[in-house]
């Protein structure tokens, strides 16, 4: 660890990047905590009753633009909105901005994910009394002292920089604070989990991203992304990187989850792991499931085409379709996820693992009593029961998150 004059240093660095860069508006001149008051405050703060909460992986973005939702009303069918935030304990998440990799060329996905960003952080603007725009740790606290929410902005897919490393740079301007390098392929730079109409891992443009990546302060994150893409991403980047939203292959055997190997090797690198909600990556006899509702799942692109002029109407039959799928399979329980929370803090060690629910994007697909972030107490009082350690949960909760962000930072 280092010294505490060496990271007043850096935060005196950083403020003064963020003036220069302009990449804060709304906090360029407000009184920041040091890292040192950061700590204190979250040492100080009681971990059992309300642990510093900080998701890796929300993907309510593209909802806010095609189902014209707005953050302060609550329906069934969201999953993330303020009274849920509010309800879940969340201090802090990443907002994860998504344009098709398959839909979309990149230059079309480039031009969306701008319009998609314009639009929340106008949606943040209209709640300026819970929500704050952040773009760095001191800003993510100072929104927990505030008592509001901070919003953070993550890119879900390098095809969205279309190949430009000045998109990445503008990107960055506009306050996004990591970029998943894939998503579902059509990235040419690097290799993606399930897609294997790419490279196997990265190549020198790719490496060119990364570093680049690094010295923006910028987090790299390796969701989607192929195993040997995970490792050659490792060999180059000087800072942690981040996992935002998958679980373990010992546990259950997805493409997109993390070998012992890999855990081993995030470890070292310093990295942590959001551990994900979606049960397809938590469950192997839950995945199966899935076949026996695949022909229901073909009745979403219906209900689009049908309903899409009226937003509010499609969501919502897009939820009881959901519904459905789930009443016929079922949910594995909440202790399935915990499963996986174990065995990364067992494997990688319980400083490198965090939490990525990447909720509005997995419809109802999530263990039992944890159908919204509104029910995140359930998760805490079940890793509880397993054992955890309230100083424990409070790393998992959001501790580590803070902790890699702010190591990107410098
Ligand atoms: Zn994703």
Known sequence: MDDHRGRERSDRTEVAAVERTGASPLCANQSVPTRRELAMMLLAQPPAESPF??????????????????????????????????????????????????????????????????????????????????????????????????????????????????????????????????HSGNTPWVGAAEYLDGPKGLTDFGREVVREMNRLGMMIDLAHASDQAFYDTLAVTKAPIINTHAACRKVANHPRNLTDDMLKALAKNGGVLGVAYYTGMLDDAHREKFREVAELGRKRGEIVKQFGADKKRMSEELWKLGREEVKSIGQPPLSRLVDHIEHAAAVAGIDHVGLGCDFDSIGPKTPANLDHIGQTPNLIAEMTKRGFKPADIAKIMGGNALRVMQQAEK
Not at 57 to 74: M, V
Not at 110 to 126: C, F, P, S
Request: charge should be positive.
């Open 53 to 182: 909460y900080f998701d890796l992986h929300i993907d309510t973005p593209a909802r806010i633009i095609s189902e014209d939702l707005k953050l302060d009303e609550s329906h069934p069918y969201t999953c993330v909105d303020i009274p849920k935030m509010r309800q879940g304990g969340l201090h802090a998440g990443f907002f994860a901005i998504l344009a098709s990799a398959r839909s979309m060329t990149p230059a079309e996905a480039y031009k969306r994910a701008l319009q998609i960003t314009k639009t929340v952080v106008d949606e943040v603007k209209r709640h300026r009394r819970d929500l704050v725009l952040a773009t760095s740790t001191r800003e993510v606290l100072k929104a927990k002292r505030d008592g509001k929410i901070a919003i953070l902005l993550a890119i879900e897919g390098g095809h969205m920089i279309d190949s430009n490393l000045d998109h990445l740079r503008h990107f960055y301007k506009l306050g996004a604070r990591y970029m998943g390098l894939t």
